[in-house]
């Protein structure tokens, strides 16, 4: 790729004898075509936030266009894209936008798309693996893609499966499976590896775990409400016991080595402190008697909604109920599979509090998930959080490009978020990756997995 000297056109060149894993080749009507997808208007997907600073993607959206004016396709090969304003993040949002076959799913009506269920369980990509197989919470079977451009890779194919940490953890013993994430790096799991010669590489969570409040209920539209319930969780106490140390509390929704993240001095710790809740929440209006919490003369109690499939989570939930229990809320726990969940939080919006994380990177840059556009169904702002100078900001940060410039305007972001708190930040985590020890080539960073998963392979 290259950018023009104004920063505000990209010119990217497909590789060479790039096929999509039916054989067909791949061309710049695909990219066209996925991107006029994204800003159909019918589109109800999270991406569309992303490419909003396309040229023409918004008259597009708005159905006062045939076409997005601003992607210009030169050859089968090369492709414009055109922005009208500066968008900090374009190389990632836009170029590294995921693409989608237009002749398989260019006659497919784009209101629909999420019920073509045959399709979406067998997707056709470009990457080194094909699918064979997809069972719903159980597994993906993969194969080798043969035409792969980087060259055939080295294994003939794995499965993806479905697993708990215990479940996951014998199997590897077993010889069963050969990778692993390790959700919860406490010194039992990693004895329990070492003895079973499996090694266990860490790696820096790369985003937060975090408590998100439904801020469109009325009760949790008051500042001090939300406040006064971090104060009454122990963050530090659960990184010291249940994470035994690998990791660090969270007070900003960001990595931990975002360039983006304030000093101390700059934010509010909301250290453990069940008086200060208590007296918080009475400033609200709330009141706490007979070691019960009443918000309007009634009981005050909430449900958390939290995931399957993360030991930490699942150990976490527990802990919070504890927690509010000792300043006089009842906390009822409500744990589902994670598709389950997500379509719950995500396009219903049935929630009152929710246990989820977030993967980002070091750029700060949080309009997709934090700013008013994307809170509505579908959108990844689940937690319903409304605020112009929130808005205003992550508008002004993705506008400039020197990070000195854009420092100030996220450490006031951070800042902000810190105050308002529509969500609890609770912990980044440092994770772990166990392996069969015959299995070569991993190349493991924060930000994948699967990095260069074409080069692994399995030693005799």
Do not use: C
């Amino acid at each position: 790729y290259s950018v023009s000297d104004d920063n505000l056109t990209m010119t990217f060149t497909l590789k060479e004898n790039l096929k999509w894993h039916d054989g067909t080749p791949v061309t710049t009507e695909d990219v066209e075509f996925s991107f006029e997808f994204i800003a159909h208007p019918d589109y109800t997907g999270p991406r569309y936030n992303d490419i909003t600073s396309i040229d023409g993607v918004e008259e597009f959206n708005a159905g006062e266009a045939d076409s997005i004016a601003g992607i210009n396709i030169i050859d089968e090969r090369t492709v414009e894209i055109t922005k009208h304003v500066i968008h900090a993040n374009a190389l990632g949002d836009i170029g590294g936008r995921a693409l989608i076959p237009k002749h398989i799913w260019g006659d497919v009506d784009v209101a629909r798309a999420a019920d073509e269920t045959d399709l979406l369980r067998n997707p056709i990509g470009t990457g080194p693996f094909k699918m064979v197989e997809f069972a719903p919470d159980q597994y993906a079977e993969l194969a080798a893609y043969d035409d792969y451009h980087f060259g055939r890779p080295l294994l003939d194919g794995f499965i993806i499966q479905a697993a708990n940490q215990e479940t996951a953890q014998a199997q590897l013993v077993r010889g069963e499976l050969d990778f692993m994430e390790v959700s919860a790096m406490n010194e039992e799991n990693l004895a329990f590896f070492e003895d079973n010669d499996i090694p266990v590489e860490e790696v820096m969570s790369r985003g937060y775990q975090y408590l998100g409040y439904n801020n469109r209920l009325e009760v949790f539209q008051d500042k001090l409400v939300r406040q006064g319930i971090a104060y009454a969780l122990d963050r530090q106490g659960f990184v010291d016991n249940i994470l035994e140390g690998y990791g660090q509390v969270a007070n900003v929704p960001l990595a931990s080595f975002s360039w983006g993240v304030p000093s101390e001095d700059q934010l509010n710790m909301y250290e453990y402190n069940p008086e200060k809740a208590i007296e918080m929440l009475e400033e609200a209006g709330w009141e706490y008697r007979d070691g019960t919490m009443y918000r309007d003369g009634e009981p005050v109690k909430f449900t958390l909604k939290y995931p399957t499939g993360n030991q930490v989570r699942e150990l976490s939930a527990p802990l919070f109920q504890q927690n509010l229990a000792d300043i006089g809320i009842e906390l009822d726990l409500n744990i589902m599979e994670f598709g389950t969940l997500s379509d719950e939080v995500i396009d219903n919006h049935d929630f009152d509090m929710f246990l989820m994380g977030w993967g980002l990177t070091p750029d700060p840059d949080a309009y997709g998930i934090w700013h008013s556009s994307v809170a509505g169904l579908g959108g990844w702002n689940m937690v319903g959080f409304i605020n112009d100078r929130n808005d205003e900001l992550l508008e002004e940060g993705r506008q400039l490009l020197d990070m000195e410039d854009r420092q100030p305007i996220y450490h006031e972001w951070t800042a902000l978020m810190n105050e308002e708190l529509p969500a609890v930040f609770l912990y980044n985590m440092v994770e772990g990756r166990a392996y069969n020890p015959n299995l070569k080539g991993l190349n493991l960073f924060s930000f994948t997995d699967y990095y260069n998963v074409q080069d692994w392979y399995i030693a005799e």
